[in-house]
């Protein structure tokens, strides 16, 4: 038994501290992070677990998140429980919805069949590589479910306890079960401003030089709408 626990434990703690110094990276308490890239300045909260994926910088995820297979943007606040990879499972004309009796891989079972016969997991992207793409500047509240498939714009909001089945639009608060749509964050020309504009990709020195400008959305496009040369 010893022997089964003590090398998966000693290859969890060694690819833990690759993430830890390649990226700087602070990984909280019982966290776990396999096969992902980061950019600088992330925090992965307390027993989390992170699987191929991609995080940008400054972006956060709180405690006892699963997440697999996401592209998540720039500053991005992941609350607690946030489960991202759920699969897909059929629902009509396959006789049973366990896996080992469509896919290859049969998971708590060995597979009965030779080929795969349902695709489980909806990807974003051609390459097949996230099955969820976070925008930049995204919240999501504690609890929420993303399934396979969905993209949600830079800005959004998405609620406690929200199951987002489908598209959010850039900086639109949506919640409940399904997520629906409750309103925008901003008007469409500050929307469209911001689109632009986008901040996230600025350096340090320039959040430095203008943070004091991020408390008024009016004020903040006013300053640097005069200034062409800021906008990307």
């Not at 500053?75 to 006789?95: Q, R, Y």
């Not at 500047?137 to 406690?160: E, F, H, Q, Y």
Request: glycine share 6%; charged share 25%.
């Amino acid at each position: 038994m010893i022997r089964q626990i003590v090398p998966p434990l000693i290859k969890q703690i060694i690819q833990n501290h690759y993430i830890r110094f390649r990226y700087n990276v602070k990984l909280c308490k019982g966290s776990h992070v396999h096969n992902t890239e980061f950019e600088k300045d992330c925090l992965v909260g307390e027993k989390s677990k992170i699987f191929s994926s991609k995080i940008g910088r400054s972006s956060y995820v709180g405690r006892s998140c699963i997440i697999r297979y996401a592209n998540i943007g720039r500053f991005c606040a992941l609350g607690d429980e946030v489960t991202i990879c759920i699969g897909n499972h059929p629902a009509e004309k396959i006789v049973s919805i366990h896996p080992c009796f469509y896919s290859l891989e049969g998971h708590s079972t060995l597979s009965y069949v030779k080929k795969q016969l349902f695709e489980e997991h909806t990807f974003v992207d051609n390459k097949k590589k996230y099955v969820a793409c976070l925008g930049n500047d995204v919240w999501i509240g504690n609890r929420v479910s993303i399934l396979d498939g969905v993209t949600i714009g830079d800005g959004a909001i998405i609620g406690t306890n929200a199951v987002v089945t489908k598209d959010v639009e850039p900086f639109s608060i949506v919640g409940g079960i399904p997520a629906k749509h409750i309103k925008y964050r901003f008007s469409k020309n500050q929307r469209d401003f911001l689109l632009q504009f986008k901040w996230w990709n600025k350096q340090p020195d320039w959040f430095i030089r203008n943070a004091c400008y991020y408390s008024d959305i009016d004020e903040f496009i006013k300053t640097f709408l005069k200034d062409k040369s800021e906008v990307s």
